[in-house]
């Protein structure tokens, strides 16, 4: 459906400043595909360029194989859901809605039942005659969706679609969404700096930093393995640390840790996820102060200090077991949650 093939965007005086940096990206038709990236890395640009509103300075956009470069933004049937999504104040739900409809030529006497219908997907049905001020930040998110669906694109891009609401609602909405696009078959890029929402939303992640993909892959392929220390870092995994391999024991400021049968030996990073940080009684493994404790609903995350020096750590532990702040206990590392970073 959609091939980005080098795209290359820069700003600025003497176009110093590259937005978008040679990005290789394919999204095949009924994907889900949700960029995912800090703040400044690229991810607006991204969508703007698919939708022909960002020229680019290198590389080509295509579209069912179609080279984009001298098609104008109206001709090139995707639908682009801006990060403020924006809504008419002046009209009400069901002008928002047929908006796209009346740009799209879609006759006058077929707009009524298609933004009735729009309405009933995003669970908002009935409520074409209310005021947009009236509605609350989730509403208004869904109707904005529906405005976005409603020409029917074929490439649905959304620019961090959820960003604005608080958790329980954006949570309970990424499900509903999930359904909605299956219901469809819509074909979707989306955008995000939320990493949870990611996630949840996308058959498949890309990564950016600073307009380049640091990494593409399912969901759980990310999660199992990040590509680098700032894919982890930046899914919340801090526990990274450089270690020396030999055979199948890395030697690490934490002591020796298992890598798996194959790694090189060598210099490398090494991640060790939260759930693999066991607990043991102090005097076992490597010796911890506990310096904080977060109940995180599920399991309590922990803040270890090794008592003879080192990073800090981060382990989570089920709330039945999670010691006290300041206590002192021993840490031992499963090999199943050691992960090598190049
Ligand atoms: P994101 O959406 O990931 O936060 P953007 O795509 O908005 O990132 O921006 C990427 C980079 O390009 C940023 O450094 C931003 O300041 C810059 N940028 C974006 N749009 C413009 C513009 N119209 N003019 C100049 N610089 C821009
Ligand atoms: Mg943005």
Redesign the pocket.
Same mark, same amino acid.
């Given at each position: 459906m959609l091939t980005l093939d080098g795209a290359t965007v820069r700003? *600025?005086r003497d176009r110093a400043?590259t937005?978008l940096d040679g990005v290789d990206l394919t999204v095949a038709e009924h994907e889900v595909v949700c960029v995912l *990236?800090p +703040? @400044? +890395? @690229?991810?607006?640009?991204l969508l703007r360029a698919v939708a022909g509103l960002q020229p680019l300075d290198a590389g080509r956009v295509l579209l069912e194989g179609r080279d984009q470069g001298a098609v104008p933004a109206h001709r090139r049937g995707v639908g682009l859901m801006f990060q403020d999504h924006q809504l008419f104040p002046q009209h009400d739900v069901g002008g928002n809605v047929a908006f796209g409809l009346r740009m799209h030529g879609v006759p006058r006497r077929e707009r009524p039942a298609r933004v009735a219908r729009l309405l009933e997907l995003v669970g908002l049905a009935g409520a074409e005659r209310r005021a947009v001020a009236t509605l609350s930040g989730g509403e208004q998110q869904r109707v904005a969706l529906a405005r976005a669906l409603a020409p029917r694109p074929r490439l649905l891009m959304l620019d961090e679609p959820l960003g604005q609401l608080d958790r329980t609602l954006r949570e309970r909405l990424v499900v509903e969404l999930r359904e909605l696009f299956a219901e469809l078959g819509t074909t979707v890029l989306a955008?995000t700096h939320d990493q949870g929402e990611a996630f949840a939303l996308a058959d498949r992640v890309v990564v950016m930093r600073q307009g380049r993909v640091a990494q593409s892959g399912t969901p759980l392929e990310v999660w199992r393995r990040p590509a680098d220390a700032f894919v982890a870092r930046f899914l919340g995994f801090d526990n990274v640390i450089d270690a020396t391999v030999t055979g199948e024991v890395a030697d690490t400021a934490w002591g020796k840790l298992p890598v798996p049968a194959g790694t090189p030996s060598g210099g490398c990073r090494l991640l060790v996820r939260p759930a693999g940080v066991r607990l043991v009684p102090a005097a076992a493994g490597l010796a911890c102060t506990v310096t904080a404790r977060t109940f995180r609903g599920s399991h309590v995350a922990l803040r270890l200090a090794p008592c003879d020096d080192g990073p800090r750590l981060d382990a989570a532990c089920a709330l039945r077991d999670a010691p006290e702040t300041g206590a002192e206990v021993g840490v031992v590392f499963d090999g199943e949650d050691v992960v090598v970073l190049p």
């Open positions: 700003f *600025g400043h937005a *990236g +703040s @400044g +890395s @690229g991810k607006s640009t955008v």
